[in-house]
């Protein structure tokens, strides 16, 4: 009776391995592979107060390194799309993780020092005249950053529409699985 208890056990055990090859072969379903972009948005939105932060801090002058507080986010990215092996959720996950990639591009790449010169100019006594170089040199430069910044924008703007344009074709992906 105890050997029979075993033999059942075993073929039991054998049965159960045979059914999930069998359902891992079907490949990721939609719903898991979506489970898996689900996760990773929300350490995306974690980092969102950290991004909030270094804007705070770019107006108040202080040096921000947009690479930086970006990385966690790609890096969330990076893995969710290494893990999502689903073709129909992997075609749209691809197109967030490029959107979001340019987008990041952009802004580690943005000479942005006129916050900084900005900051200082609202220091500068500007009935002084010995700062009245200072003051010029610093308006040349502003001048010249806005000429880059609407080219930025005009940038941004196309990653940040083609991101929306991925997100929204991942949910009604997801909503369809």
Do not use: W
Not at 49 to 72: C, K
């Amino acid at each position: 009776m105890h050997t029979q208890i075993r033999r059942t056990g075993a073929v039991l055990a054998g049965l159960a391995l045979a059914a999930t090859l069998a359902s891992c072969a079907g490949g990721q379903s939609v719903a898991d592979a979506c489970a898996i972009a689900t996760d990773a948005d929300t350490k995306i939105n974690e980092s969102n107060s950290a991004i909030t932060e270094g804007f705070s801090d770019l107006t108040s002058g202080e040096s921000v390194n947009f690479g930086e507080l970006l990385a966690p986010a790609q890096d969330a990215l990076a893995d969710a799309q290494q893990q999502i092996t689903n073709e129909e959720v992997k075609g749209a996950y691809d197109k967030i993780v490029t959107s979001f990639s340019a987008t990041a591009d952009m802004l580690e790449n943005v000479d942005l020092s006129v916050f900084q010169d900005l900051a200082e100019l609202q220091n500068l006594d500007l009935s002084d005249p010995a700062n009245l170089d200072r003051i010029e040199e610093l308006q040349a430069k502003s001048d010249e950053i806005q000429e880059q910044t609407q080219g930025l924008q005009d940038d941004l703007k196309t990653t940040q529409d083609d991101l929306m344009s991925a997100v929204t074709e991942l949910n009604e992906v997801c909503a369809a699985g």
